[in-house]
């Protein structure tokens, strides 16, 4: 069993960045990949960014490429999340989740956080 605890999402403008976190209580941390999605109000869970167990592989949805950067660190089992240039359309709540493999699929990811609100402000 993995428990994962999101924080870092808050307030910002326009323009602005958000580092999110997403710390996993595992000892096994290492051997998942993790993902971050988001969900706005009255649309579906969507993907986000992804890091495969060693880090060496990461994607992105087209969406954030070149203004979020997902990174993870094995030894803190912790993943992150560098939001930059944020835009309005960014407001949503944001999960981290992990899996064996790495795969833009949310319902191919075993464990979830309980999410954590960025909202930006134009």
């Known amino acids: 069993q993995v428990q994962l605890v999101e924080s870092g999402g808050g307030l910002v403008q326009a323009g602005g960045s958000l580092r999110l976190s997403c710390a996993a209580s595992?000892?096994?941390?290492?051997?998942?990949?993790m993902g971050w999605f988001r969900q706005a109000p009255g649309k579906e869970r969507e993907f986000v960014a992804g890091?495969?167990?060693?880090?060496?592989?990461?994607i992105y949805a087209d969406s954030v490429k070149g203004r979020f950067t997902i990174s993870r660190d094995n030894a803190k089992n912790t993943v992150y999340l560098q939001m930059n240039s944020l835009k309005p359309e960014d407001t949503a709540v944001y999960y981290c989740?992990?899996?064996?493999?790495?795969?833009?699929?949310?319902?191919?990811?075993?464990?979830w956080g309980q999410g954590t609100q960025v909202t930006v402000s134009s």
């Open positions: 989740a992990a899996n064996r493999g790495l795969t833009r699929t949310p319902r191919q990811y075993d464990y």
């Open positions: 595992t000892r096994t941390f290492g051997n998942y990949a």
């Open positions: 890091i495969s167990w060693s880090g060496e592989t990461t």
